[in-house]
């Protein structure tokens, strides 16, 4: 008999099992099997499907038997199951700690929706990727190979639209979950576009502007075949900006003969870019958090705010707060947190001049300084994640001492740590809503593009806060009619819209 696989999308684990099968499934506890942390693997969720199992373990061939009787349940628990030992599991080459977050979420939501089969198959893997290895040359005269990436998650909805990153983690795993929390902030926002993601794994720390410039332009020249203004539309993400997005549109219009300025969002504003783009993430996460504290009877201008990541999202967030008059108790970036001493929170404009000048928070010198990480466990009403995905894990939830957290970065909770704190009473606002005012201001500029004519500052702030506001109900509308967390409510929202888009556009051909 072909050895059978189980694969736990939990924990990555996969293991041939015919005659430990048994033992799998009798003693659900046993250590040999696994270290403590195995408590999320397949030897727990096994026995949690065994209990209807006597007969089928009795079988002759127990694990072919149980297989095909609860096949549908497994996959409904996240085990995937390959009928030989060298065969792929179906979805696997998106696997990768952020893609199982982004599927649970997914599979809670459609089990919300009770969502028919065939649209959990259609929505749940991206639809499309391109994965790319492309020389540079370095500055020094050698020549070093990166590899990037661009997935597009759905195309159901018209156009694909994400950002792209420069960091070391970048992989394909990373790229798809990103572009289905793409395709579901696009989705609740009410935006023409299907998610999409991309990056190049790489320290851009490391990197001179000319050989930044020099990846940027191949990279761009790669995905030529995947994106245009019609089909995937690129936009700033973690350690890109206004810079590269210029050298894209540069090298795609170069290479079609002309200049395409919707081919990206995010440029600078004398080559197509809005204005607003650039405070348009950190701003979305304040409108959206004033409508919160509101419905949490939380006065925003006087509460106190840590927030993680001091880039383009958490600066500016940090500035707006500090402006309507709230305390930013606690800051940091990659290199270091500084905290309040005082109750009155920092000075955010000492914070940027001392950044302008040093490069960095660190050495800052009117504050007390901490690990990055720790910023996210001072006292607070409010945190703010605004850096990197999974800051917020089962390690540091039960240490977290605030009202809410509400999601800048992408991805920034673990599902383990979202149930610490729900049980402890501390909503997440997720990132699909708290961060969608970057991709809605992107539409704005894409929109603008296209009609060759720009819109004022007065006419992008209130349209942005109107959408967001608008998204905002929805998910409210769907806390309270559900009685379901807020990632809950707002991805059964979005996915509800996109399953409705497919199912009209039936299957081709
Ligand atoms: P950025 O590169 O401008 O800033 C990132 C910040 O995080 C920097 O201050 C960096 O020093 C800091 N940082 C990095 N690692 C850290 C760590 N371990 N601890 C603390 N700080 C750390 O990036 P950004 O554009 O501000 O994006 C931040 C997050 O927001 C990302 O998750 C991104 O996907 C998400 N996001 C960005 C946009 C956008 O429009 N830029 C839109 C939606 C979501």
Redesign the pocket.
């Known amino acids: 008999m072909a050895a059978q696989i189980l694969r736990c999308l939990s924990c990555a684990n996969a293991k041939p099992v015919l005659a430990q099968y048994r033992l799998l499934v009798r003693d659900k506890r046993a250590s040999q099997h696994g270290p403590a942390s195995s408590a999320r693997c397949c030897f727990w969720t096994i026995p949690a499907l065994s209990l209807n199992l006597a007969n089928p373990i009795r079988n002759a061939n127990p694990v072919r038997a149980i297989l095909r009787r609860y096949r549908p349940r497994m996959s409904a628990h996240g085990l995937h199951v390959a009928e030989d030992e060298g065969a792929v599991a179906p979805g696997s080459e998106w696997d990768s700690e952020l893609y199982r977050m982004a599927t649970k979420q997914f599979d809670v939501a459609a089990e919300l929706l009770g969502l028919d089969q065939e649209f959990r198959v259609r929505l749940r893997d991206p639809r499309r990727a391109l994965v790319v290895n492309f020389p540079v040359r370095m500055d020094s005269g050698r020549t070093a190979s990166f590899t990037g990436y661009r997935v597009q998650h759905t195309l159901t909805m018209g156009p694909t639209k994400g ?1 792209f ?1 420069y960091a070391p983690d970048v992989s394909l795993g990373e790229c798809a979950a990103l572009s289905m929390w793409m395709t579901w902030k696009c989705a609740l926002l009410g935006l023409p576009y299907g998610g999409a993601k991309g990056g190049v794994r790489c320290t851009p720390a490391d990197l001179s502007d000319a050989e930044r410039e020099r990846l940027t332009r191949r990279y761009a020249a790669e995905l030529i075949p995947i994106v245009g203004p019609d089909q995937d539309i690129p ?5 890109t ?1 206004e810079r590269e997005m210029a050298w894209f549109m540069d090298t795609y219009s170069q290479q079609v003969g002309y200049s395409v300025p919707g081919v990206v969002t ?1 440029k600078p504003l004398v080559l197509g870019g809005t204005t607003g783009r650039r405070e ?2 950190g701003l979305g996460v304040v409108y959206v958090l004033e409508a919160v504290c509101e419905r949490m009877r939380i006065l925003l201008r006087d509460a106190r705010v840590a927030i ?7 600066g500016v967030a940090a500035r707006e707060l500090h402006a309507i008059g709230a305390r930013v108790v606690a800051i ?4 270091s947190g500084v905290v309040a001493s005082g109750d009155g929170g920092l000075d955010v404009a000492a914070l940027d001049l001392w950044v302008a000048e040093h490069g ?1 928070l660190a050495g800052y010198p009117d504050a007390e300084h901490v690990a ?2 720790d910023v996210l466990e001072v006292p607070c009403e409010v945190v703010i994640p ?4 999974r ?1 917020i894990t089962a390690d540091n939830a039960e240490r977290l001492d605030c009202r809410l957290v509400i999601e ?3 991805g ?1 909770t673990t599902a383990e740590a979202e149930a610490i704190l729900l049980k402890r009473g501390i909503p997440v606002i997720p ?1 699909v809503l708290a ?1 969608a005012g ?2 809605t201001v992107s539409y704005f500029e894409w929109v603008q593009d296209q009609q060759r004519y720009s819109w004022d500052e007065l006419e992008i702030h209130e349209r942005l806060r109107r959408q967001l506001r608008a998204a905002y109900g929805r998910v409210t509308d769907a806390v309270d009619r559900l009685q379901v967390d807020w990632r809950s409510a707002a991805l059964s929202v979005a996915i509800e819209r996109v399953a409705e888009a497919a199912r009209l556009r039936g299957i081709y051909p």
């Open positions: 950002g990153r936009a700033p993400d973690l350690a900006g995010g348009a993430t993680q990541g001091y880039g383009n999202v958490g940091s970036d990659a290199s960095s990055p990480a605004a850096a990197v995905s800051a800048a970065a992408n920034p990132d961060n970057g991709v």
